[in-house]
């Protein structure tokens, strides 16, 4: 966090910074091994239909448990991974895993996997999808992928050509996070999305918070008139769940129904509760 504060200044020993700089690198170095020995794993948290409580699938989450650090969030590793250039072959990793274990789920559940926009870059994505899904055999339209605002950001025609490519192959697009960036309204009419996911700082506070009811209501309101899905995320109590549905939510997912599961827990649970009812 070098700031550029006036020439000829003396930069004297500063202990704690020294310290964060030998964090860093110890963390950079643990976490280059982990990618190299596949340490790195992938969890899955179901999502439900809304309105009838029943599964429709998956999204896969990146998880590292550190030998020395114990559980590491991908909120704090995954941009460590970006940092690094190595979220091209974690990506992959996780494609591929996702891909293989939803065509091992019933027909009708898919899988959602969040896609860095560094991703987009190389030019590689498309093809790199379309090879994996016919290596594992999974049918498009049960693969998701979920962007950020941020890989919009650069509004590129790379982006929206891959975007709209990837859309015609039949895969579907949500924009993840929705409320906490730029949230250009523009963004849903310019980029091929088909749902929009409520991100879990605004579903947190319902229903009592006032300020983040009015958000939710008026996103369901637009997403509802674009005729978009829309996923409300972090549901953990019953209230959250109920308010979500009477504004129009499609889409849910949250402690309140299961947290991320190992793959072979939540193929067993795919297995057992077929189209059965777990919610509503
Ligand atoms: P995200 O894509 O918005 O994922 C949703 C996050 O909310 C997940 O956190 C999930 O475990 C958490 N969550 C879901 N329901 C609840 C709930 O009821 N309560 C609470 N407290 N949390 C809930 P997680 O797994 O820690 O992932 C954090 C972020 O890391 C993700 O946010 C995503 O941006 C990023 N990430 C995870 N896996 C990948 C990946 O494979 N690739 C990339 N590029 N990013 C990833
Ligand atoms: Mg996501
Ligand atoms: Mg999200
Ligand atoms: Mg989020």
């Given at each position: 966090?070098?700031?550029?504060?006036?020439r000829?200044r003396t930069?004297?020993?500063?202990?704690?910074?020294?310290a964060?700089?030998?964090?860093?690198?110890?963390?950079?170095?643990?976490?280059?091994?982990?990618?190299?020995?596949?340490?790195?794993?992938?969890?899955?948290?179901?999502?439900?239909?809304?309105?009838?409580?029943?599964?429709?699938?998956?999204?896969?989450?990146?998880?590292?448990?550190?030998?020395?650090?114990?559980?590491?969030?991908?909120?704090?590793?995954?941009?460590?991974?970006?940092?690094?250039?190595?979220?091209?072959?974690?990506?992959?990793?996780?494609?591929?895993?996702?891909?293989?274990?939803?065509?091992?789920?019933?027909?009708?559940?898919?899988?959602?996997?969040?896609?860095?926009?560094?991703?987009?870059?190389?030019?590689?994505?498309l093809?790199?999808?379309?090879?994996?899904?016919?290596?594992?055999?999974?049918?498009?339209?049960?693969?998701?992928?979920?962007?950020?605002?941020?890989?919009?950001?650069?509004?590129?025609?790379?982006?929206?050509?891959?975007?709209?490519?990837?859309?015609?192959?039949?895969?579907?697009i949500?924009?993840?996070?929705?409320?906490?960036?730029?949230?250009?309204?523009?963004?849903?009419?310019?980029?091929?999305?088909?749902?929009?996911?409520?991100?879990?700082?605004?579903?947190?506070?319902?229903?009592?918070?006032?300020?983040?009811?009015?958000?939710?209501?008026?996103?369901?309101?637009?997403?509802?008139?674009?005729?978009?899905?829309?996923?409300?995320?972090?549901?953990?109590?019953?209230?959250?769940?109920?308010?979500?549905?009477?504004?129009?939510?499609?889409?849910?997912?949250?402690?309140?129904?299961?947290?991320?599961?190992?793959?072979?827990?939540?193929?067993?649970?795919?297995?057992?509760?077929?189209?059965?009812?777990?919610?509503?």
């Amino acid at each position: 966090r070098a700031k550029h504060d006036g020439r000829g200044r003396t930069c004297l020993f500063n202990p704690e910074l020294a310290a964060t700089l030998l964090d860093r690198i110890a963390l950079e170095t643990d976490l280059r091994r982990a990618c190299a020995n596949q340490a790195i794993e992938v969890a899955y948290q179901p999502i439900l239909d809304a309105r009838t409580g029943r599964f429709t699938g998956a999204e896969a989450l990146l998880r590292w448990t550190c030998e020395t650090r114990g559980e590491v969030p991908p909120n704090v590793f995954v941009p460590v991974i970006e940092e690094l250039g190595l979220i091209g072959t974690i990506g992959e990793m996780v494609l591929e895993r996702a891909c293989a274990a939803a065509a091992s789920w019933p027909d009708h559940l898919g899988v959602s996997i969040n896609v860095s926009p560094l991703q987009f870059g190389g030019g590689t994505l498309l093809a790199t999808i379309a090879s994996t899904l016919q290596r594992t055999g999974l049918a498009p339209h049960r693969l998701q992928i979920e962007i950020t605002e941020s890989a919009l950001l650069a509004d590129d025609t790379l982006v929206l050509q891959t975007l709209e490519a990837l859309r015609a192959s039949g895969l579907s697009i949500a924009l993840d996070d929705f409320g906490t960036g730029y949230s250009s309204l523009s963004y849903l009419h310019r980029f091929p999305i088909d749902c929009i996911k409520i991100d879990r700082s605004f579903v947190t506070r319902l229903p009592h918070d006032t300020g983040s009811a009015s958000i939710v209501r008026a996103i369901c309101d637009l997403g509802t008139s674009l005729g978009l899905k829309i996923a409300a995320e972090g549901i953990e109590t019953e209230p959250q769940r109920q308010f979500i549905v009477d504004h129009g939510c499609s889409h849910m997912q949250g402690y309140r129904f299961s947290r991320p599961l190992d793959a072979q827990a939540i193929a067993a649970l795919f297995a057992t509760s077929r189209g059965s009812k777990v919610a509503a």
